[in-house]
């Protein structure tokens, strides 16, 4: 078998707060089906620059969709899933290539900038009350996938859409789940062809996702226990702190 090398220079101090980060993003994810990758995209940026972090924010998310999937299939609306999910599937290309052309401090900046104005728009209660049904979830797919290939961030046009619904939360959270999985394993045929998968990545993933499937599996029990309320407090000040952070570091 051939030497596998040990990426030594990634493993110092900044690899604490990637753990850290990783398992309060497992937390949310495993609660409500999302927002992961929204902290994580931001702060693992900051920590590895976004051409490292992009990459590793998306591949941890593979434990918690193997995870949390099998449920959300026999609930999700899959009409509504794949409206979203196929268009978001073909731009996530576009996304990739300015990931690796634009300026990895304007790029990191630029994730730490969506990820606020999300927290922002949901802290203040706004819910989507324009027109719904195939065509505009198309064109909310297709900002999705522009997003999340650009920055590792597919939810927030998604995330507000489907939250403005009248939709049951755990509708919501199932749909949320399947079109999150379906990007997460688009999103590495996408990184595996620009070649952005690397050793070293592999290794950071390997170790993260320890934290973050412990956060995962913990923020799935709370699911059924915590309140609504709580939760979104909870999560909307984690989102609103960790975007101020990178925007101004």
Same mark, same amino acid.
């Given at each position: 078998m051939p030497d596998i090398p040990f990426p030594a220079d990634y493993f110092d101090t900044r690899l604490i707060f990637a753990v850290l980060s990783v398992f309060a993003a497992g937390l949310i994810r495993g609660f409500s089906g999302f927002g992961s990758a929204l902290i994580n995209a931001p702060i693992l940026s900051l920590i590895w620059g976004p051409t490292v972090g992009v990459p590793v924010a998306a591949l941890v998310e593979i434990a918690p969709a193997i995870q949390l999937t099998p449920k959300a299939i026999k609930i999700a609306h899959w009409k509504t899933v794949w409206a979203f999910s196929i268009p978001a599937v073909i731009l996530l290309p576009l996304g990739t290539f300015i990931l690796v052309s634009v300026p990895a401090d304007d790029m990191r900046r630029a994730i730490g900038a969506i990820v606020l104005v999300v927290a922002l728009i949901l802290w203040s209660g706004w819910r989507y009350r324009?027109?719904?049904?195939?065509?505009? =979830? %198309?064109?909310?797919? *297709? +900002?999705?996938?522009?997003? =999340?290939?650009?920055?590792?961030?597919?939810?927030?046009?998604?995330? *507000?859409? *489907?939250? &403005?619904?009248?939709?049951?939360?755990?509708?919501?959270?199932?749909? *949320? %789940?399947a079109y999150f999985t379906i990007i997460l394993f688009g999103f590495i045929v996408v990184l595996t062809l620009k070649g952005l998968i690397t050793i070293e990545i592999a290794w950071l993933v390997g170790v993260l996702l320890v934290?973050?499937? +412990?956060?995962?599996? %913990?923020?799935?029990?709370?699911?059924? !226990? =915590? &309140?609504?309320?709580?939760?979104?407090?909870? =999560?909307?000040?984690? !989102?609103?702190v960790s975007s101020l952070y990178v925007l101004v570091a």
């Amino acid at each position: 078998m051939p030497d596998i090398p040990f990426p030594a220079d990634y493993f110092d101090t900044r690899l604490i707060f990637a753990v850290l980060s990783v398992f309060a993003a497992g937390l949310i994810r495993g609660f409500s089906g999302f927002g992961s990758a929204l902290i994580n995209a931001p702060i693992l940026s900051l920590i590895w620059g976004p051409t490292v972090g992009v990459p590793v924010a998306a591949l941890v998310e593979i434990a918690p969709a193997i995870q949390l999937t099998p449920k959300a299939i026999k609930i999700a609306h899959w009409k509504t899933v794949w409206a979203f999910s196929i268009p978001a599937v073909i731009l996530l290309p576009l996304g990739t290539f300015i990931l690796v052309s634009v300026p990895a401090d304007d790029m990191r900046r630029a994730i730490g900038a969506i990820v606020l104005v999300v927290a922002l728009i949901l802290w203040s209660g706004w819910r989507y009350r324009g027109p719904r049904g195939t065509g505009p =979830a %198309i064109g909310v797919g *297709l +900002v999705g996938g522009a997003l =999340a290939g650009a920055t590792g961030v597919a939810g927030p046009p998604v995330i *507000l859409y *489907l939250m &403005s619904s009248d939709d049951s939360p755990a509708l919501t959270r199932a749909n *949320l %789940i399947a079109y999150f999985t379906i990007i997460l394993f688009g999103f590495i045929v996408v990184l595996t062809l620009k070649g952005l998968i690397t050793i070293e990545i592999a290794w950071l993933v390997g170790v993260l996702l320890v934290p973050f499937v +412990v956060g995962a599996a %913990i923020g799935t029990k709370m699911f059924p !226990l =915590a &309140s609504e309320k709580t939760f979104r407090i909870i =999560a909307l000040t984690t !989102l609103t702190v960790s975007s101020l952070y990178v925007l101004v570091a």
